[in-house]
């Protein structure tokens, strides 16, 4: 197995256990990434994502938490996985079952350097946010506040840290 499909394995058990430490000491220091709802940039905020994630599930959703991955691949610049999650989306309390196909970008030291995610985001909104997801959720004006809202969650769970 090569060595960064074993960064990829590692990660995505860490993010199983929702540990996210583990998983941001995957990340190098540039590290970008991207999906329908974040656009990150820099070490702190990618693995910021994942603590505020992770530790959001962990405080009030664990219950419902269930992630299985496949198709892990990964050779000495690029990787890609497979995703199911499932989870209680804490604003609506909702069920979700989301799946999502990831790449990856690997420096010379193994670390991830470009992670994008790509699931579908209307069929995510539906689930996640009932009736507003579904009249909404195929607008781009609705993802656009989307993507706001979950930037300013991250901006105020990383001053909450640093503070």
């Not at 540990?19 to 995957?26: F, K, Q, V």
């Amino acid at each position: 197995m090569h060595p960064n499909q074993t960064r990829l394995d590692h990660f995505y058990a860490a993010f199983v256990r929702l540990d996210a430490d583990t998983m941001a000491d995957c990340y190098a220091p540039g590290a970008q990434f991207n999906d329908e709802v974040f656009s990150l940039r820099g070490h702190e905020r990618v693995s910021g994502m994942w603590r505020m994630l992770c530790e959001a599930t962990q405080a009030k959703n664990r219950d419902a938490w269930k992630l299985v991955c496949s198709g892990i691949e990964a050779d000495d610049k690029t990787g890609k996985a497979h995703r199911e999650a499932g989870y209680r989306f804490s604003a609506s309390g909702r069920q979700v079952h989301n799946v999502i196909d990831g790449v990856f970008e690997f420096n010379d030291a193994g670390l991830i350097t470009r992670h994008r995610d790509r699931f579908d985001f209307w069929a995510w909104s539906r689930q996640a946010l009932g009736i507003p997801g579904v009249v909404l959720g195929g607008t781009p004006f609705f993802r656009n506040q989307v993507k706001r809202q979950a930037a300013a969650n991250l901006d105020k769970y990383l001053a909450r840290r640093k503070a």
